[in-house]
């Protein structure tokens, strides 16, 4: 077996390097709204069991740890993974990673998603919604 050199193999990976962040920056979709960042792909997409709330339930009456389903708009990007999250019944902080926004779907504050995850119900300070799971309702 012929091996390359060692400066094919240095050349090969400084290649792959500079490429890399190139191909992340090609990707379209996520959230496109106001702060909007860079996304990747998400999963399942089918029928689920998980009830369907508003803001104002959740935040009223919502448990720690409860799974939940919430449909809105992400008005805005708070910075980092926490977007402001608001229905007809109000606004709360929901946090969702980047790679959970559909790929090839631009999402900004006028498009209507639903949202699944677990709620972060807090005594002291501001309960938020982790979000597993992003589905876009409407553009």
């Known amino acids: 077996m012929k091996h390359l050199p060692r400066t094919c193999s240095v050349t090969a990976l400084t290649a792959a390097l500079i490429a890399g962040p190139a191909i992340v920056f090609a990707q379209t979709g996520g959230y496109t709204g106001p702060s909007a960042k860079a996304a990747a ?14 803001a104002k339930q959740l935040l009223d009456k919502g448990k720690d740890d409860q799974h939940v389903r919430v449909q809105g708009k992400l008005l805005n990007h708070k910075g980092g993974d926490d977007y402001e999250f608001a229905d ?13 926004f559909p790929q090839g779907t631009a999402v900004d504050q006028n ?7 677990e709620f ?3 005594t002291f300070g501001e ?9 876009v309702v409407s553009k």
């Open 111 to 117: 498009t209507v998603v639903e949202l699944i995850g």
């Open 127 to 135: 309960s938020t919604l982790d979000v597993q799971q992003i589905k």
């Open 88 to 100: 007809a019944s109000g606004k709360m902080t929901v946090e969702i990673e980047p790679e959970l």
């Open 41 to 54: 792909p998400a999963g399942y997409k089918g029928p689920t069991n998980v009830p369907l709330v508003t």
């Open 120 to 122: 972060d119900k807090e």
